[in-house]
């Protein structure tokens, strides 16, 4: 059984930092692309960040400079540091695990709530 559990969420002032952790189960976590998605309210899910099984990373534009992803393969945990915060960052935020070998493996935690007010 795939788990994706989030961590690490919560209410922080503008220009706060946060850091979330993802841990994952039931996979070859050193397979799978990692990533963390967000969804704001009335919004579509969006793209945050992604590491790939060999530790290249790619961020949304909106975050380049702010947020760093990294992932530990020993401990099957991938984390997504979050610096210099904004009001239009709060969204709940989900972790994603995805391989693609001919057919495509993906799977998706439960989201952890990022709010970013004063």
């Known amino acids: 059984q795939v788990q994706l559990v989030e961590s690490g969420g919560g209410l922080v002032q503008p220009g706060g930092s946060l850091r979330l952790s993802c841990a994952a189960s039931g996979i070859r976590f050193s397979l799978y692309e990692m990533g963390w998605y967000r969804q704001a309210p009335g919004k579509q899910r969006e793209l945050v960040a992604i590491i790939t099984n060999n530790g290249t990373t790619t961020y949304a534009n909106s975050v380049k400079g702010r947020f760093t992803i990294s992932r530990d393969n020993a401990k099957n945990l991938v984390y997504l540091q979050m610096n210099s915060l904004k009001p239009e960052d709060t969204a709940v935020y989900y972790c994603?695990?995805?391989?693609?070998?001919?057919?495509?493996?993906?799977?998706w935690g439960q989201g952890t709530q990022v709010t970013v007010s004063s």
């Open positions: 994603n695990a995805r391989r693609v070998v001919v057919n495509t493996w993906e799977y």
